[in-house]
């Protein structure tokens, strides 16, 4: 798929489940990021994958689903690629999906409702106060 069909797709929940690998997370971040500015796109993202989740079967529970700390830890992460000109195999590279264990411990990410601020360090980029706003 395109990065702009993966993008809406996550946006109308019709994204394909073999799609919404970590790839398609930082794609469909990337185009928004692009499009709409990082707070705009973070909110759109923070509404659409329990959207998504509850289309593909996947319940947001406090095991699976949503997570809101990953989902603006990464969508920060992607602004910063964003604002440095990465493209979104650059991207992709640049923030693998390992990258938040640098900041949080497993501890602090067993929480997925509520964001949850680093307590390892913090990254290299801003997490903006929209970012941090839930």
Do not use: Q
Request: charge should be negative.
């Amino acid at each position: 798929m395109n990065p702009d069909a993966i993008a809406a797709g996550l946006l109308d929940a019709s994204l394909p489940k073999a799609e919404w690998t970590h790839r398609g997370h930082i794609t469909a971040a990337h185009v928004l990021v692009r499009t709409h500015g990082r707070d705009e796109a973070l909110r759109r993202i923070r509404a659409a994958i329990p959207r998504l989740n509850d289309a593909h079967g996947v319940p947001n529970s406090d095991t699976d689903g949503y997570h809101e700390t990953l989902t603006v830890f990464f969508t920060c992460a992607v602004a910063d690629a964003v604002e440095r000109g990465l493209d979104i195999d650059a991207t992709v590279a640049a923030v693998p999906s390992s990258a938040p264990r640098a900041y949080w411990s497993e501890a602090a990410l067993v929480e997925r409702h509520r964001w949850v601020e680093p307590d390892l360090a913090r990254p290299p980029f801003a997490l903006s106060p929209a970012c941090a706003a839930s």
